[in-house]
Nanobody
Framework: QVQLQESGPGLVKPSQTLSLTCTVSGGSITTNSWYWSWVRQPPGKGLEWMAYIAYNGDTYYSPSLKSRTSIARDTSKNQFSLQLSSVTPDDTAVYYC??????????????????WGQGTQVTVSS
């Protein structure tokens, strides 16, 4: 059973860079055909898919966030991470990591994923 656990700073100041990490247990992020995503949900709004990193290191970003987003992985720690630069209060959200096998997906719908983290709250405020 794969488990995903997000970790992050909780509070970030405007204009700073937000860094989040997803620690994966029960499976390897390099196992063939797994796709590892970040999804967020601002308060009172719907879920938004942000980016994925594939088992082979390929990446893909939401066009609306591409200029500010970077996704990476640390295979030695079995983690993948997200950096979001130049944050504003609009980036306040619960951030989730998720995993899907065999299908490249840009959907934010939880039921489409095989595994979904519990989420971590990030607030952007001075």
């Amino acid at each position: 059973q794969v488990q995903l656990q997000e970790s992050g700073p909780g509070l970030v100041k405007p204009s700073q860079t937000l860094s989040l990490t997803c620690t994966v247990s029960g499976g390897s992020i390099t196992t063939n055909s797994w796709y590892w995503s970040w999804v967020r949900q601002p308060p009172g709004k719907g879920l938004e898919w942000m980016a994925y990193i594939a088992y082979n290191g390929d990446t893909y970003y939401s066009p609306s966030l591409k200029s500010r987003t970077s996704i990476a992985r640390d295979t030695s720690k079995n983690q993948f991470s997200l950096q979001l630069s130049s944050v504003t209060p609009d980036d306040t959200a619960v951030y989730y990591c998720a995993a899907r096998w065999g299908v490249i997906t840009h959907t934010p719908v939880p039921s489409f994923y095989d595994y979904w983290g519990q989420g971590t709250q990030v607030t952007v405020s001075s």
